[in-house]
C-alpha cells in the first residue's frame, strides 16, 4: 500500500510502499543509508545487503542524489529519535537515476548559485519548510476572512491609473487604448465592491517597478488588500491586529516541524497577542531620536528606522498618524489634527518592520476632488472613483498586507527572496 511520510505514524511495524526522491545518502560497507523525501515529509530508508536480493544491491550502488524510486519495507521506529521513523527496505524499484551529478552539494553554495538553481533549490528541507510556512499562512487569511463575514472579490491586474501615481509602476501598451500599468494594489477596485458586499478582500500578485535591492523589497509578491464599509481607524486597527494574531497562532499549531527545520527560535512567536502596540508618528520620531537616527520631523521611515524601532518592542507595533502630506492622496485627515492622516502601518518585531499599511480612506467627495489635484493626479482616470462618493458614500477603512514580509518574519527569513517560490528582483528574471 502506498502510503505518505505524513501520516506513516499510523503504520508502525507494517510493510508499506513510499515514493520519492533521495536527497541525501551514505553507505556503511555492507549498510546503505537514504535520506527520502516524497513531498509531505523526510525519512531514513536503510538498504542491508543481507536483506535484498544480491540483484538489487548491485543496483542499489547506482544511486545518486535525487534518484527518484519506490521503496517496499517495513517501517520501524528509529534507533535514536522517539519521534521519527525508519523504512527498513525489502525491494525497491528507480523511476530515474539523474543523468548528470545533483549540482546542489552540501557544500556551501552562494546566493547567486542557488537563485540560479531556484528550480531545483526549492527541493532543500529548508525551502520545503518555508513554503509550508507560507500555504498555512494563505489558508489562515482566507479561513479568518471567511469566518468574519469578508467576500473575496478578485480586482484587475491591468489597470489604467495607480493608486499612487505611476512613477513605480510597470507600462505596458495596451493595443489602441494607450498605456495600461501592472496593479500594485487591488484597493480602489475594492472600494467599489463594498457598497454591494460591505467586507471584501482580494489576494494576489502585484508589481512594483521601484529599484531597490534591499532584504525587503521584489518586484513581483502577493499582497492580500482588505476594505470594510462603516469601519473607522481605530476599528481597522483592531480587524488587522486580530487577523495577524490568528495567522502567528495557525502557523505555531500546524508548522512546529516547519520551524524547527529553519532553526526558528519561536518563543517570540508565542508572545504574539492583542492588542499590539501603538505609538504616532511624532512619538516614533522622538524614539528614533533618541536611539540616535537623524530622521526628520516630517519624515517616512525608512527600513532602517523600523528595524530600529521594532527591536525595541516584543510585540508588533502600530505606528499610526503620518504627516497627510507624505501619504496617499485617498487616506482621511485626522479630524483632530488635519496635518495627519488617519493611517497605521504595522510593524514587525525583531527587526522585521512593515507588514501592514492601511488607511480610513477619505469619503467625502469634495475633499477627494481637493486631494486629487493637490497630487496632480489625472482627474479623467478617477472619475469612476470619485463615483464611489457620489453614490451612498460612507466611512470606511481598508488595509494590505504583504505575504512575504509576513513569511520572512514568521520564518526568520534574512531576505524576502526565499518567501515566494520564484523571486524576481531588480536584477533577476530567471529561472
Known sequence: MHILLKDVGKHLNKTIILKGWIYNLRSSGAIMFLQVRDGT????????????????????QKFS???????????TPHPKNKNEFELQVKDFEIY????????????????????DHRHLWLRSRRQWAIQRV???????T??????????????????????EGTTTLFGVKYFDL???????????????AIASWKNVYDFGPVFRAEKSKTRRHLTEFWMMDAEMAFVEHEENLKIQENLVSFMVHKVLTENLKELEILERDVKPLEKIKTPFYRITHQEAIEKLHQLGSDIKEMSDLGGDDETALTKQYDQPLFVEKYPAKIKAFYMKRDPKNLEYALCADLLAPEGYGEIIGGSQREDDYNELIK?????????????????????????????????????????????LRESIPFPRLINRLNP
Open 178 to 192: 494607450g498605456k495600461a500599468y501592472l496593479s500594485q494594489s487591488g484597493q480602489l477596485y475594492l472600494e467599489a
Open 96 to 115: 530515474q537515476i539523474p543523468k548528470d551529478e545533483y549540482p546542489i552539494s552540501k557544500k556551501e553554495h552562494g546566493p547567486e548559485f542557488l537563485l
Open 142 to 163: 482566507y479561513e479568518w476572512m471567511h469566518e468574519h463575514d469578508f467576500i473575496k472579490i478578485d480586482s484587475p491586474i491591468l489597470t489604467p491609473s495607480a493608486c
Open 134 to 140: 507560507r500555504d498555512t499562512l494563505i489558508r489562515a
Open 371 to 415: 486631494r486629487i489635484k493637490e497630487n496632480n493626479l489625472p482627474m479623467e482616470s478617477f472619475q469612476w472613483y470619485l463615483d464611489l462618493r457620489r453614490y451612498g458614500s460612507v466611512p470606511h477603512s481598508g488595509f494590505g498586507f504583504g505575504l512575504e514580509r509576513i513569511i520572512a518574519w514568521i520564518c526568520g527569513l534574512p531576505h
Open 41 to 60: 515529509g523526510f525519512i531514513q530508508a536503510v538498504l542491508n545487503k543481507a536483506e535484498i536480493k544480491e540483484k538489487k544491491w548491485i543496483e542499489a
Open 65 to 75: 542524489l535525487e534518484t527518484s524510486l519506490e521503496l517496499t519495507g517495513k517501517l
